[in-house]
């Protein structure tokens, strides 16, 4: 079955000047427009293609892959402004709407908004919405606590940063869990923490389990194994660079460096640390 708003594997059946018609199902053929068309393509042959409606509202296919689909959120910037809402670039021809009733506050072009996008059950058209907690869930059915998920910061409170969890869930990262700045619109991987009694859910930027730690301690040994055995990289480094070499906080690598010192396979000095070499 032909799914709007997303990518299909369809069947190229005819060709016309315009281009070529694909088998749509029950919306008929489809018309991929030459400007689309992939070299050397042929009449039986399968095009993955990407089904949405044209400015005259039909169907129409394309060989572009947009920056969003249907059942996924994105931070996207403002085109443009007019009486029916605001037109955000998501790389196709035709910009993508959301609804004046759909924004969470009065949009701006210019300006890049974190959004979900559905498809309109009346009208079959590609929408998107700021409002993202009437689309998605706050409620952690189907996630686990230590489950390894991707985030896209979506705000901030004073208690921290509101995350959208793998396109379906909305949480929070409190301040003390970020350990760094995060920025909106921001895409990066984090964990499930801890669920609430009322199934709402915290986030977290690093692994809370022991698992978590034995990777951690792993990665740095990797890490000295494939450097001649030294690291500049020590308990006393900036926190940015902790971070960018094995994402995590500080505190974390301060414990699992001293978890390996205690294991005596590592030594530490003050502007290195250096690797042991075990006994065969």
Known sequence: MVKIGQMNRLQAVKQIDAGMLLAGGEFG????????????????????VFIYL?????????????KVMVGQCAHLQVKEVNAIGAFLDWGLPKDLLVPYNEQHKPMEAGRSYVVTVYLDSYTNRITASSKLSHHLQERADGLKIDQAVDLLICGRSDMGYKAVINHTHLGLIFRDDAFRTLVYGERLQGYIKNIRPDRKIGLSLQQQSSKGKDELAGKILRFLADHNGVSTLTDKSEPDAIYRQYQ????????????????????IDDDKITLVEQEK
């Open 29 to 48: 053929n489809i018309l991929l427009p030459r400007r689309y068309l992939p070299d050397a393509v042929k009449l039986g042959d399968d095009l993955d």
């Open 54 to 66: 044209d400015s005259e509202d039909c169907i129409i296919a394309t060989t572009l892959t947009p």
């Open 248 to 267: 995590v906080s500080k505190g974390k690598y301060k414990n699992a460096l001293s978890a390996l010192y205690k294991q005596r396979k590592i030594l």
